[in-house]
């Protein structure tokens, strides 16, 4: 009978699979699970490591470090960070299976610091292999540490459970609250394409848990070309149209008066004319918002005229602020670092395709910013 | 008693998008992409004319020669040797291609699922699935295709979700750049994904209601050709034309972009609701061509056997290939021969019934 | 030839071939001859009354009611046959008329079922099954009477089977007041009943019950020659019967839907299936049976749709889990656990650290004995079973975790598990559950994720490939039938339902008009 036979032979290898298979089964507890990794050019004593290398093609290139909270409850310590010099990103893996049996679930990572060293030489290399790894989420938060990377890891962050704890919530949630992005793998891999390139938010040690948001890391492609500030983070967001929220200043009235405080959203438009080889880029920022704070001791109602005044003021300021940044991204950076780019790529793609992102197509683009800004409420009181 | 083998019209539609989505639901838009760029989904369309080419002109075969089985068909016009010989022709194609689908869903399975596992039992388990719904006969292979459809659409839902966050409509432009030679090779390369749908040869004699072959053709190209195009948009939206040519499965990177609260990683719900769906182009190929075979022999109700016999050679095939490297090759081929196959052999028959027309009469 | 007077419902010999050795000749007419032929069968039997009386205050004939003690109602027997008998006078004075058996059924007996018995073989088994043969002397036919009585359990509310809304009539153990629970609710002249015995030796009444233009006349006569195939000495529960007419008795799943509530029973009846009610069992089953009868409960059409849909669909994903929620903890804590939210995978990763054995094990111990607790809870007298439940739930649960021998997740997917498949309204495919879950652990256990989807995509094609009385099991999922959705994951409002199931054959599909006057459905 075949049917008795196919059903013997179902059965057989079943049981057979299920009692010696499990070659992938890894119990959870005999695994650890790094939170954030961080990524630095190799510096000064590699320490009791670099005995373990061999070779030229071992010779230490990067530090790769990585926080992993401690599972056993037995543990005095409740995270340990490792530092791994090594050759390349990936190959630091080699080097911790000499000083941790458990095996690492790389995928589970949620957090990758880059250090600026590390950024300004180039991440091509060392990004590589998260994109290769199949089970690496694209949706890990990237960050740039104004210094080194490890040192942030180390930074002891009081308020959490760990400082990779904070970080993920500080790098996936801040665009809920302020004006500098959150940027994922995913993002940063798609911003190397033509007519793009990535920002990264950028971290520093100091503040109440220990790393404060200082502003923004400009890459051009893989490698970082440099730093902003808070407020030029914030025209950067706003030129960029990166979708966020946050608080702005507003000034009713004339400068020295009472100052109020909005919250708004951003959004932004462009258009793109070409004249021969010459490219105009029209932004418009459009930020929407709401009044939080503004008192003033007058005691009238807030009505049209000085809602309109208090857009106008801030739409000035805001707009020079961009009109700044433009300038400083045509003058110095030279890399079109608000992605407007890809707009002329849109339309003539084939042809501008190789040079949109030679430095001279953002220099000599004619770039006009104009900000709009529109109050929808008040909020309770009048 | 009617044949523990018929099938519903509406069965044989998702017999047949079974048959054409499968993994190349994930590929096809890096492949496509790399020859034609944003107009990659441009080519989902044109390609289409493949499987409806084939849809036509098997059921033109099917219609001169109307309760005759594939068997019976090929022996009517090429005689008892001839057409014995044509039908394990197309059981080795089964079997050739079945070896690359199989084969690179083993590839697929150990890269996003179990790595260390061995390919040999992650397919055995496979196999043993596909051998068992095709040991039940066509009746259980039209009810899971019916079934599983329901799959693709849940994953279709899933590969929707990071559009929703992360898109750009610039990606898809200019439409105007069409380059007809790059769009001519990828609609040759979309061939991939529409082959299997020349599973129709095997199962039309099947079909309950044969006047309904041709609507039930069409609706199930139209369902593929919108699920591939939905793809297709959706990994150009989210990666550009220049960066999903990077990866071989954009269809399954994409899911890693975006995570929900409930579910943060989207891959692994997806692959294991894909699992399902890869294997219905695993079970109506080979069931058709162990249904053959078991014609050929004289019992179609020893299929269970002939089943088993297919699985078991498409299995030992699937190991073969040592590397994804190899797969892709083995694409190659399989566009080619779904071509000779899906195309050119329906064509040939119809071309020696219209000139053996004496035969077909008697017949 | 048939040895068995039995009433066969199809002619078929096979059913037929017993060892019964009882002869087929014809009772001799003499009492004393009668009560010699006889006594060999009876004369072991201590629980037989053989009771002398004389018919007629006049005639003096002698006769013998035989009957089985407290099988039949004695109340009955003194007032409506000894008395009429004892006291029988024939009008004409004819005292020793050819057709007295006769005569004494029509005129003198006042009770309903009355026959004559002319062959041993009939007399003996008319005996024995439960019913008074008096042998009157003289006269070759015996008169035969069914006064059914003796203790039965009264009418009572089924126990698996609460509803709060619903009648709270439960079957008992007694065929004819199941049959007559069914006809009270179901007054149409259509209503067949067919009766038929199963079983050499028990002799177990089976009743076979459908509506005549309704249900498909392939699936009765089908039903009737399957049931007249059955050729076993003994049958003793409705769970024998079904057992010999399941197609694939090796499936994990139930193919034969049972309740105890004649209602739901009467509905069944309605939608054109075919009802079978055995004698000593509080249970009836309907054929042919889809998986989805095993989701629907009473309830969900006593209550308004919302409710029931929602319910329902609840009671699919308790199944779901029922079945799947070991092997997912499985698939997710030993092979993809990049799959747990960060806050969930590092406290169950640090309780696991205690924990000696592996994710499977520790699975697998728990599962065992949880499955112990469920198998002791149920035979138990109630009070005793819940303290059982008690001290496993709480004190194992608790000492396990305290004594670090299971984690506390596995703890909580246990009892989840165990609560989902309690919530299945029916006992088969809450054991079809309770046995699945072990295969697809295992499965989870060498294979994670991929195995589970394996493991369900052969559940998928088994489910899809049962198919009996020309029902296709899985319907109507696979073969799709649209329209039968309306009573699958959620119940459309019952005025909506105007056509019968098309999932498996009936004659009549329109149920019920297109009108619902009040709640604005189409008119």
Excluded at chain 2, 157 to 167: D, T
Excluded at chain 3, 337 to 348: A, D, M, N, S
């Amino acid at each position: 009978m075949p049917r008795r036979v196919i059903v013997l032979v179902l059965l057989l290898s079943y049981i057979t699979l299920s009692l010696c298979g499990c070659w992938d089964a890894k119990d959870v507890d005999k695994l650890v699970f790094p939170i954030a990794a961080g990524y630095d050019v190799h510096q000064g004593d590699p320490g009791n490591m670099n005995q373990l290398s061999i070779g030229p093609l071992e010779e230490p290139q990067v530090d790769v470090s990585v926080l992993l909270p401690n599972l056993s409850p037995e543990a005095t310590a409740k995270v340990t960070v490792e530092v791994m010099p090594a050759a390349t990103v990936a190959y630091a893996r080699d080097k911790r299976s000499y000083t941790n049996a458990s095996l690492y679930v790389t995928g589970f990572n949620k957090v990758i610091l880059l250090g600026e060293d590390l950024a300004r030489q180039g991440t091509f290399a060392p990004m590589e292999s998260l994109y290769r790894f199949p089970s690496v989420s694209h949706t890990m938060v990237l960050a740039v540490v104004d210094g080194r990377a490890d040192e942030v890891l180390k930074t002891p962050t009081p308020n959490f459970e760990n400082m990779g704890v904070y970080l993920n919530n500080l790098l996936r949630e801040n665009k809920a609250n302020s004006f500098i992005p959150t940027v994922n793998l995913h993002q940063f891999n798609v911003w190397q394409s033509p007519g793009n390139n990535p920002v990264l938010p950028l971290i520093k040690p100091g503040g109440i848990n220990g790393i404060i948001l200082s502003g923004i890391a400009i890459f051009n492609k893989d490698h970082m070309v440099g730093k902003l500030n808070q407020r030029q983070a914030r025209a950067l967001t706003l030129l960029r149209g990166i979708k966020s929220q946050g608080y702005l200043p507003l000034a009713p009235q004339e400068e020295g008066e009472e100052q109020g405080t909005g919250f708004f959203d951003n959004d932004r438009k462009v258009e793109v004319e070409r004249q021969g080889d010459s490219y105009s880029f029209k932004i418009k920022v459009i930020l929407q918002g709401i009044i939080q704070e503004l008192p003033h001791q007058s005691g009238q109602p807030i009505d049209t005229s000085e809602v309109k005044k208090i857009e106008e003021s801030l739409a000035q300021s805001i707009q020079q602020d961009c009109t700044d940044l433009v300038q400083l991204m045509q003058d110095e950076f030279k890399v079109d670092c608000i992605d407007i780019s890809k707009y002329a790529v849109a339309n003539w793609r084939r042809e501008i395709k190789d040079q949109v992102d030679r430095p001279d197509f953002i220099s000599n683009a004619n770039i006009q910013v104009q900000v709009e800004v529109k109050i929808t409420n008040a909020g309770e009181q009048k | 008693m009617s044949s523990p083998h018929s099938i519903s019209s509406q069965q044989l539609t998702f017999i047949l998008t079974g048959a054409q989505v499968g993994s190349a639901m994930l590929a096809l838009p890096a492949l496509l992409c790399t020859e034609a760029g944003q107009h990659a989904w441009m080519a989902v369309l044109l390609g289409a004319l493949f499987p409806l080419a084939s849809l036509f002109f098997i059921e033109r075969l099917g219609r001169r020669f109307p309760g005759l089985n594939f068997v019976q068909v090929n022996q009517t016009l090429l005689g008892k040797i001839g057409g014995a010989a044509a039908v394990l022709l197309f059981v080795v194609y089964v079997v050739f291609f079945e070896m690359e689908i199989i084969s690179s869903f083993g590839r697929l399975v150990q890269i996003f699922m179990l790595p260390s596992t061995p390919i040999w039992a992650t397919l055995f388990l496979a196999m043993a699935c596909v051998v068992y719904a095709g040991s039940k006969g066509g009746k259980v292979v039209g009810r899971i295709n019916e079934t599983l459809f329901f799959g693709i659409l849940i994953s279709l839902f899933f590969i929707l979700i990071p559009v929703y966050y992360v898109n750009d409509y610039t990606n898809l432009l200019p439409l105007g750049e069409i380059d007809p030679l790059e769009l001519g090779r990828a609609v040759l390369v979309s061939l991939y994904a529409y082959a299997g749908s020349e599973v129709l040869l095997v199962y039309y004699s099947y079909v309950k209601a044969p006047d309904k072959v041709i609507s039930a053709g069409l609706t199930a190209t139209a369902l593929t050709v919108s699920i591939y195009l939905i793809v297709t948009l959706a990994c150009l939206l989210v990666f550009g034309p220049d960066k999903v040519v990077d990866t071989i499965w954009p269809g399954v990177t994409i899911l890693k972009v975006a995570g929900l609260s409930v579910i943060e990683r989207l891959e692994f719900p997806f692959l294991a609701i894909w699992v399902g769906i890869v294997l219905r182009r695993g079970i109506n190929l080979p069931f058709a061509a162990a249904l053959s075979l078991a014609q050929l022999f004289g019992n179609e109700n020893r299929h269970g056997l002939a089943m088993l016999g297919v699985g078991i050679v498409i299995y030992f095939a699937a190991l073969f290939p040592q590397s994804m490297m190899v797969n892709f090759m083995l694409v190659n081929y399989g566009c080619a021969a779904y071509f000779v196959i899906g195309i050119l052999y329906p064509l040939f028959l119809l071309g020696v019934a219209w000139i053996r027309k004496g035969v077909v009469k008697n017949a | 030839m048939r040895i068995i007077p039995r009433k066969p419902l199809v002619n078929n010999n096979q059913a037929s071939q017993g060892t019964n050795s009882i002869p087929q000749d014809a009772m001799p007419s003499a009492i004393k001859d009668q009560v010699k032929v006889l006594t060999p069968y009876l004369e072991k039997n201590e629980d037989m009354v053989r009771r002398d009386l004389s018919i007629g205050s006049s005639l003096n004939i002698t006769a013998q009611a035989v009957y089985l003690n407290n099988v039949i109602d004695n109340v009955t027997f003194n007032d409506h046959i000894l008395k009429p008998l004892m006291h029988y006078g024939s009008p004409e004075g004819d005292a020793k008329a050819s057709n007295l058996p006769d005569l004494l059924l029509t005129s003198s007996l006042s009770v309903g079922q009355v026959k004559t018995a002319t062959t041993l073989n009939e007399t003996v088994h008319y005996i024995f099954d439960g019913l008074i043969v008096i042998l009157v002397d003289g006269y070759q036919e015996a008169l035969v009477v069914d006064i059914h009585g003796g203790e039965f359990r009264t009418v009572d509310e089924p126990p698996g089977e609460r509803t709060a809304r619903g009648p709270r009539e439960g079957f008992i153990e007694n065929l004819d007041i199941n049959i007559s629970m069914i006809r009270r609710r179901l007054r149409d002249p259509k209503l067949v009943v067919r009766k038929t015995t199963v079983g050499r030796r028990t002799r177990t009444p089976v009743a076979i019950l459908y509506i005549e233009d309704i249900a498909s006349p392939d699936t009765v006569n089908d039903l009737r020659k399957r049931i007249d195939a059955i050729d076993t000495d003994g049958v003793v529960a409705t769970g024998y019967l079904e057992q010999y007419l399941e197609k694939s008795p090796w499936s994990f799943f139930p193919q034969v839907w049972s309740s105890e509530r004649p209602d739901r029973l009467t509905t069944k009846l309605l939608e054109g299936r075919v009802v079978v009610i055995m004698h000593g069992t509080p249970l009836a089953f309907a054929v042919p049976t889809l998986a989805l009868d095993f989701f629907q409960a009473s309830e969900d059409y006593y209550e308004r749709t919302i409710y029931s849909s929602a319910i329902r669909t609840m009671r699919f994903m308790a199944f779901f889990l029922a079945v799947s929620l070991p092997s997912l903890y499985i698939a997710l804590f030993a092979f993809s656990p990049e799959l747990v939210p960060l806050k969930l995978l590092i406290p169950v990763a640090s309780a696991r650290t205690q924990v000696p054995f592996p994710v499977v094990i520790e699975t697998l111990i728990q599962e065992f004995i949880i499955q112990m607790v469920i198998e002791s809870g149920l035979r138990l007298p109630g009070s005793i079973g819940q303290t059982v439940g008690v001290v496993a739930g709480i004190i194992l649960g608790q000492a396990a975790i305290t004594a670090k021998l299971a984690s506390p997740v596995i703890i909580i997917i246990i009892a989840v598990t165990t609560i989902a498949t309690f919530v299945i309204p029916s006992s088969g495919m809450l054991l079809a559950s309770r046995i699945l879950r072990l295969p697809l652990l295992l499965i989870c256990a060498a294979f994670g994720i991929y195995g589970f989807s394996l493991a369900w995509l052969f559940i998928v094609i088994h489910l899809a490939s049962l198919e009996d009385f020309g029902a296709p099991f899985y319907a109507p999922f696979a073969p799709l039938r649209w329209k039968d959705f309306k009573d699958s994951f959620f119940r459309v409002p019952l005025w909506k339902m105007n056509q019968r199931p098309e999932s498996y054959p009936v004659q009549d599909k329109q149920r019920q008009g297109t009108t619902n006057p009040n709640a604005g459905g189409e008119s």
